[in-house]
């Protein structure tokens, strides 16, 4: 696709409704997904106030998941990869503080853990979730059928992972905490899991490991916490 050096794009802030939509102008393809975010906020005449932490989403109301963009993101790539069903929309990340905090001091990031799982493999009907030893250190997310076994059952890279929160309700998950997990890599068929947690707590932990592994520690903008 040829690109002008700047496109207009469209964002939702808060949800998708109409009148929500703002067209944001001058995107060029090298503008972050911060920046993006403090477009939208300055259009609707939005000051942040201390504690808040806004993000860009990757949302697909179809799927029922969401993905908050990393702030280092490039947000034109993203748009023009969106399929029909995707939008962005930004809004407060309700879990980005304890994320943080979550991850403040640990010298090495890394999660291991019973969860539940389960996968689409292109049949239809009701997903069985089964309990799997889940463990996300260094580069790879790899997971075990039983906590005796070496050989994982499933693993991917760190960097080809898209981890979304939710998980599609006609696929009964055994809780609301759950995460929609694409496994993306170069000559292979893209993977999708289902992993879901027992707690909001439980989740927030997986998520800001998954980020910390990602982006090497940098979840959020030092100069826009609170704290600095």
């Keep these: ?53 806004w993000s860009c989403y990757l949302a697909n109301d179809n799927q029922e998941i969401e993905r908050p963009l990393h702030y280092q993101e490039r947000a034109l790539a993203i748009y023009i990869s969106l399929s029909k069903d995707d939008y962005l929309v930004v809004k407060r990340n309700h879990y980005m503080e304890a994320m943080l905090t979550y991850i403040a001091g640990r010298l090495e990031v890394s999660r291991n853990g019973l969860i539940n799982f389960s996968e689409k493999k292109g049949q239809r009907g009701k997903k069985t979730f089964s309990r799997r030893l889940c463990v996300l250190s260094g580069s790879s997310l790899s997971l075990y059928k039983d906590v005796k076994n070496t050989q994982p059952e499933r693993m991917c890279p760190v960097h080809a992972l898209h981890v979304y929160y939710g998980i599609k309700k006609k696929i009964q998950p055994p809780s609301c905490w759950g995460m929609t997990v694409v496994c993306e890599q170069a000559g292979r068929d893209k993977q999708l899991w289902y992993l879901c947690c027992e707690s909001k707590d439980e989740l927030i932990e997986w998520m800001a490991t998954f980020m910390c592994l990602q982006h090497k520690g940098d979840l959020w903008p030092a100069v826009s916490r609170p704290d600095s």
């Design 1 to 53: 696709m040829n690109l002008s050096p700047t496109t207009i794009c469209g964002v939702y802030l808060e949800n998708k409704e109409q009148g929500s939509e703002i067209l944001v102008q001058q995107v060029s393809q090298v503008m972050h997904a911060e920046e993006l975010v403090s477009q939208v906020l300055r259009r609707r005449n939005i000051s942040l106030r201390h504690g808040d932490y």
